[in-house]
């Protein structure tokens, strides 16, 4: 069964290499601010969410299991929310989106953001 926990801990690390090499390719591709940050947050919520695992995998006990769970959960939420904030800052400071974005749905009614 030991080998068994070896074989999960090694491939949830590997995919979670994989998940931040990926992420930080498409870092470099992104076109600005906003894009840059989203991948940010979807990238070290799954991959860090992939260590956890293997970590998890790695020393398997029921109390590892919960905490596992609460630390995924935590920085998910924790991710997301950063990634929304760190958005709207910029938003509001004016830094430019792409060149090729078509549409600013936010241009029209900024009287709910502070000056």
């Known amino acids: 069964m030991n080998t ?7 491939t949830f690390a ?3 290499g994989i998940v931040f090499l990926i992420g ?3 870092l470099s591709r992104m076109p600005d601010t906003y894009t840059r940050t989203s991948v940010i947050a979807t990238t070290t919520s799954l991959g ?3 260590f956890t695992l293997a970590v998890l995998f790695h020393d398997f006990t029921v109390v590892n299991l919960i905490k596992a769970v609460l630390a995924i959960t935590m920085q998910a939420g924790a991710s997301a929310v950063s990634s929304i ?3 709207r800052n910029a938003y509001i400071n004016d830094v430019p989106l792409a060149e090729h974005t078509q549409y600013d749905e936010l241009s029209h009614d900024r009287s709910h953001f502070p000056s």
Do not use: K, R, S
């Not at 068994?4 to 090694?10: P, S, V």
């Open 24 to 26: 930080g390719i498409g």
């Open 48 to 50: 860090l969410a992939l």
């Open 85 to 87: 904030v760190l958005n």
């Open 14 to 16: 590997m995919l979670g």
């Open 4 to 10: 068994f926990f070896d074989i999960l801990t090694a």
